[in-house]
């Protein structure tokens, strides 16, 4: 397996465009985790998949963010309309099980200006 | 609530020092911890859990209950130590999360 991909490595957009990041889980990983990280709040949970189902988003910061796992490969974050403030690297991550490794995909930093 | 504590941002010692990260966490169940390490340009990846009792790269972590901590320490560190190293926190109940600190950078200096 390759480890998790994400896509695409770095975006820069302008403010009020829309953003589609995307994320490949290892196959047969049931949880998958979106993380936003800053040099400021270090990493945040955003939301949480189990079985491509969101159990907990109290971690997206507006309604402008948006997640979803349409099956148990694929899983997308939007950001419609973005915001300079949304700059950072955000990161996709699988595991197994809550008590195994989680592992991560490299990040996609996006830069809105 | 559920949290996951790194007060130093940054922690800086010479090569041969001892090193320690700091960790607190707040959960009332019981905690099942990880100490995750990202070296310059890449992945997060996992450094350590307590369950495993493990030593790797010289490094140990030892759960505390009644401290509510798990510091990360290194007898004497490498320069090639030096990265981000991130505490984090599995909680299993209403559906269980992963949670992680802020992030502690360390630097090794030669």
């Known amino acids: 397996d390759a480890g998790v991909i994400q896509s695409p490595r770095h975006e820069v957009t302008e403010m009020g465009q829309e953003v589609t990041l995307r994320c490949k889980p290892i196959s047969g990983h049931d949880y998958l985790f979106w993380y936003r990280q800053t040099m400021m709040r270090g990493l945040e949970l955003l939301i949480y998949f189990n079985n491509n189902v969101p159990i907990d988003d109290s971690g997206m910061p507006e309604d402008r963010f948006s997640a979803k796992m349409p099956n148990a490969s694929f899983s997308t974050l939007k950001i419609q309309p973005s915001e300079p403030r949304d700059s950072a690297v955000y990161f996709c991550?699988?595991?197994?099980?809550?008590?195994?490794?989680?592992?991560f995909g490299q990040g996609t930093r996006l830069t809105v200006v | 609530a559920q949290r996951v504590t790194q007060p130093e941002k940054l922690l800086s010692v010479f090569k041969g020092a001892p090193v320690e990260l700091k960790c607190n966490y707040s959960?009332?169940?019981?905690?099942?911890l990880f100490w995750y390490v990202q070296y310059s340009r890449q992945r997060l990846q996992l450094l350590l859990r307590?369950?495993s009792r493990e030593s790797i790269k010289g490094f140990t972590a030892d759960l505390n209950k009644g401290e509510t901590s798990f510091h990360l320490k290194k007898p004497f560190a490498q320069e090639e130590d030096s990265a981000m190293y991130y505490c984090a926190l599995a909680i299993y109940n209403q559906g269980g999360k992963l949670i992680f600190g802020q992030g502690t950078e360390l630097s090794v200096k030669p």
């Open positions: 991550a699988s595991t197994l099980d809550l008590n195994t490794e989680a592992f």
């Open positions: 959960y009332s169940g019981s905690p099942e």
């Open positions: 307590h369950i």
